[in-house]
């Protein structure tokens, strides 16, 4: 199986939106690094996210993964955790 299809297999089991995916894959790519908000729109290509629909889909990612899972770096950006 090749890694972006398991990536893609275990987010639709979460039951992401495609807008939610985009931002976890960033995430997931990342993992134990810290992206900004800047760096997470840029490459999960949703440009037109206002800096509140970019909080609302991590809000909305830590629903389905559960609160521990995305830490928020207070003035950096956020890192999935292990």
Excluded at 57 to 68: K, M, N, T, V
């Amino acid at each position: 199986m090749i890694v972006s299809e398991h990536k893609a297999m275990s987010s639709t089991t979460f039951g992401l939106s495609p807008q939610e995916h985009a931002v976890y894959s960033v995430l997931e790519t990342h993992k134990g690094r810290v992206v900004s908000r800047y760096n997470l729109i840029r490459e999960a290509q949703l440009t037109e996210l206002s800096d509140r629909r970019c909080d609302a889909l991590i809000s909305a990612i830590r629903g389905h993964l559960g609160p521990d899972r995305i830490v928020t770096v207070r003035r950096r950006g956020w890192m999935l955790t292990d």
